[in-house]
Nanobody
Framework: VQLQASGGGLVQAGGSLRLSCAASGRTLAMGWFRQAPGKEREFVSAIKWNSGITYYADSVKGRFTISRDNAKNTVYLQMNSLKSEDTAIYYC???????????????WGKGTLVTVSS
């Protein structure tokens, strides 16, 4: 499974961005992770392809929304009310469990950079 993330960019604090992750195949779940400079990779959100069940990190709950388009094999991450601490490289990943642990995901895309200016 190949994953291609896109949609990153520069945005002011309080603004919005939508990330996309196009998948060449299907796994049970898709997740978004992020890694800020000098920090470890952290979980952001995940979704099950079939049921649409979602899972969010507390830090983004209420601001970010994950969704999927089954016909397009694409997962989205709508990010609203962005804060400077959301600045990171965002990665999409595919795996067999709806999990917040990065080692549960077998397939990874190249990241897309999100920069939030304050």
């Amino acid at each position: 499974v190949q994953l291609q993330a896109s949609g990153g960019g520069l945005v002011q604090a309080g603004g919005s961005l939508r990330l996309s992750c196009a998948a060449s195949g299907r796994t049970l779940a898709m997740g978004w992770f992020r890694q800020a400079p000098g920090k470890e990779r952290e979980f952001v959100s995940a979704i099950k392809w079939n049921s649409g069940i979602t899972y969010y990190a507390d830090s983004v709950k209420g601001r970010f929304t994950i969704s999927r388009d089954n016909a397009k094999n694409t997962v989205y991450l709508q990010m609203n009310s962005l804060k400077s601490e959301d600045t990171a490289i965002y990665y999409c990943a595919g795996g067999g469990l709806l999990s917040n642990r990065y080692n549960e995901y077998n397939y990874w895309g190249k990241g897309t950079l999100v920069t939030v200016s304050s």
